[in-house]
């Protein structure tokens, strides 16, 4: 697990500047301290570099990269892992391959040469971002992982190309240009990304599942992009009815997490579970627990709001597993005291404060003595776990039901997430057309966000909201989206597709995932995530994955002998931090960031924002008549204005490069 960074020149005269690579590579000092590379290659215009986290192959000098193969043909600078590597390795060595490394990077190398791309990619599990350069044709390929738990990130330049797993990477570069763009500040504010953009101007994500070729032609680079994998529910009419066989499906479900779990504990250093009260990570650690010879290390965060708070249920989970149980409890004003830290790695606006609590548990678990850690993440992508879900199912996917029990239904799943309303469910019902007429209907995943823009745009500077007439990120967002992967698909497919192909890969892998694990130099693997167990769920049928009004139905009986009784009986909970209208002393840290983030000279000098409706804005969050979900919502929007004005701070306004540079001197890392 690493951080990678690269550059791709027009014209291969261009020297390309061996320290810029270095400097890269420093920047991104905690995705990778235990060590760096880079390598040149002048006469084809292109370089890369490599910052370490060693995890597998623990040997500094046989496990650096950037790796060039014997004939010097490919160079490949990875992040991340690839899992059953060692079957892959002996297969390849019993057909000649000779390998330099006990890496599980280097098998991409010996994959390629054989088999070519599409074929590599068929043998590739886990999660991985990687620059690959073949020289036979002057190609640089670009290469995502399937759901978009490891980023990267791409831009043309005046010369050419800049890549890496960071934006500040390619911000550290001298010729990548660090401007908001008005599209992206739109979205930022809103929450909700468009699939492959970001905040700032030209600057892209290779898409989960995508691969990026550069291939200069004429002397210039040319960019195109394929898609490899996709999010591929069966069709509705192929489901089994009502009378199918519930255990084949649970039976299958177990295999496949347990499979994935045992995978993903291969590493040459202890690997730990984060522990939340939900049934996710439970499940995890329940099947490591029992896969290992020793005791399991979980990780938990308590927050001090008994209505937010799951620590009784992690501790009962990690007294059955008899795990060695951490537990950091975390008060109001520790989230928003490391708010600004956390943006500079998130590197994009964040609605809730999560970030920075999972931000602040990464610290601890590095200072455990751990590395790496898995994860519950993806479960409820897979088995239908948001209350959003279920409200797409109520209104759209139960046709065969009366109305009257459909609506009890609904009015139960309002009430018992009514913590939530204004963020995780929206306030009231938000139609958007190029949704319906996309999909049929708009998915309640994304309503919460997508209403939020009555309310950003007046917030946008007069400068940038002029740049905006006319703009709909309603549309933006659906015109991403694959109609094949949606036509003829179950109500609750859809809904499940829009939520991965946005909010899974936008929020939740990004803030809540791999950028606040590894600002502290940790790795996540999220298991349920494994693209084995995601292709099997995709086959279970909708109403085994929400069964009467119980989410995640085949998990749960799946996971149900090793969970407790009150986890198991329970509804999901969504995993939140208390939102700042809920604390005083949380408040006053807000008004403390406002007052240097959104005061008047910041707002002009930075020129994204209206002050007039900043002011506005407060003042409605404030007013005691404003009911609840409102406020709730109004402390998403004040968290985005705010990381708006810190990304500009952390990204515009420094200068990158020579912050590079200095981290680099700092760590001694040179040419």
Not at 116 to 133: M, N, P, Q, S, V
Not at 318 to 345: C, G, P, S
Not at 361 to 384: C, I, N, P
């Amino acid at each position: 697990m690493c951080g990678i960074a690269g550059v791709f020149h027009h014209q291969t005269e261009r020297a390309i500047e061996p320290q810029t690579l270095v400097n890269m590579a420093a920047i991104m000092h905690h995705r990778g301290p235990d060590g760096f590379g880079y390598e040149v290659q002048q006469d084809y215009g292109v370089g890369f570099s490599h910052a370490r986290l060693s995890i597998i192959d623990l040997d500094e000098k046989r496990g650096r990269q950037p790796f060039i193969s014997a004939d010097k043909r490919l160079m490949l600078t990875h992040n991340g892992e690839f899992y059953d590597f060692k079957r892959i390795r002996a297969d390849l060595t019993a057909r000649g391959a000779r390998f330099n490394s006990k890496s599980d990077s280097e098998i991409v190398l010996h994959l390629f040469e054989r088999y070519g791309l599409e074929d590599t990619l068929k043998e590739l599990r886990g999660e991985f971002a990687f620059g690959l350069f073949d020289a036979k044709d002057e190609s640089l390929y670009l290469v995502r992982d399937r759901f978009g738990i490891k980023p990267l990130y791409w831009t043309e330049t005046e010369h050419g190309v800049v890549f890496g797993s960071e934006l500040k990477v390619l911000f550290a570069h001298p010729e990548v240009k660090r401007e908001f763009s008005a599209e992206g500040l739109y979205h930022q504010l809103i929450q909700v990304m468009v699939p492959g953009s970001t905040a700032f101007e030209g600057i892209n994500q290779v898409q989960p599942g995508y691969v990026i070729k550069l291939q200069r032609k004429n002397g210039k680079v040319v960019a195109t992009e394929h898609k490899y994998w996709d999010v591929d529910f069966p069709p509705e009419e192929s489901y089994p009815g009502a009378d199918v066989d519930e255990e084949t499906y649970i039976e299958g479900v177990r295999a496949k997490l347990l499979e994935a779990v045992q995978h993903r504990m291969t590493a040459d250093v202890p690997v730990g579970c984060y522990l939340s009260g939900g049934i996710d990570s439970c499940a995890i650690l329940g099947l490591a627990s029992a896969s290992t010879q020793t005791s399991v290390k979980a990780f938990t965060i308590g927050f001090d709001s008994a209505d937010y708070d799951e620590t009784p249920i992690a501790e009962e989970m990690a007294e059955a597993t008899q795990a060695d149980h951490h537990i950091m409890r975390l008060k109001a004003d520790d989230l928003y005291d490391h708010f600004v830290k956390t943006l500079w790695h998130t590197e994009r606006t964040i609605y809730n404060t999560l970030g920075v609590a999972k931000y602040l548990m990464s610290k601890e678990v590095h200072e455990a003595g751990y590395k790496v850690v898995m994860t519950g993440e993806g479960s409820d992508e897979l088995f239908a776990g948001y209350p959003a879900f279920r409200k797409d199912m109520f209104l759209h996917g139960l046709d065969h039901l009366p109305e009257v029990e459909r609506v009890e239904w609904q009015e139960l799943l309002e009430k018992n997430n009514k913590l939530f309303k204004g963020a995780m469910l929206a306030r009231e019902e938000f139609v958007c057309e190029a949704f319906n007429q996309k999909m049929g209907f708009t998915p309640s995943c994304v309503q919460p966000w997508l209403s939020c823009s009555s309310v950003a745009l007046p917030l946008m500077s007069e400068k940038k909201r002029k740049q905006v007439e006319g703009y709909d990120p309603s549309q933006a967002i659906a015109n991403t989206l694959d109609k094949d992967m949606l036509d003829g698909r179950h109500p609750l497919d859809r809904a499940q597709y829009v939520w991965i192909k946005t909010m899974l890969e936008g929020q939740i892998l990004t803030w809540g995932g791999d950028r606040v694990d590894m600002a502290n130099s940790m790795e996540a693997r999220p298991a349920f995530l494994d693209h084995h167990l995601a292709e099997y769920a995709f086959t279970v049928p909708p109403h085994l994955r929400i069964k009467g009004n119980k989410e995640k139905y085949v998990l749960r009986e799946a996971m149900k002998g090793l969970l407790p009784e009150t986890l198991y009986k329970r509804e999901k909970f969504a995993f939140m931090a208390p939102p700042a209208h809920t604390d005083p002393e949380k408040w006053k840290a807000v008004e403390k960031l406002a007052d240097q983030f959104l005061n008047a000279e910041a707002v002009k000098s930075a020129g994204l924002l209206d002050y007039d409706e900043v002011v506005r804005t407060f003042e409605r969050h404030q007013d005691e008549n404003v009911p609840n979900e409102e406020r709730v919502q109004l402390d998403a929007v004040i968290n985005h204005m705010l990381g708006v004005q810190v990304l500009h701070h952390h990204f515009v306004a420094t200068d990158v490069p020579k912050q590079a540079q200095q981290r680099a001197t700092e760590l001694g890392w040179t040419a």
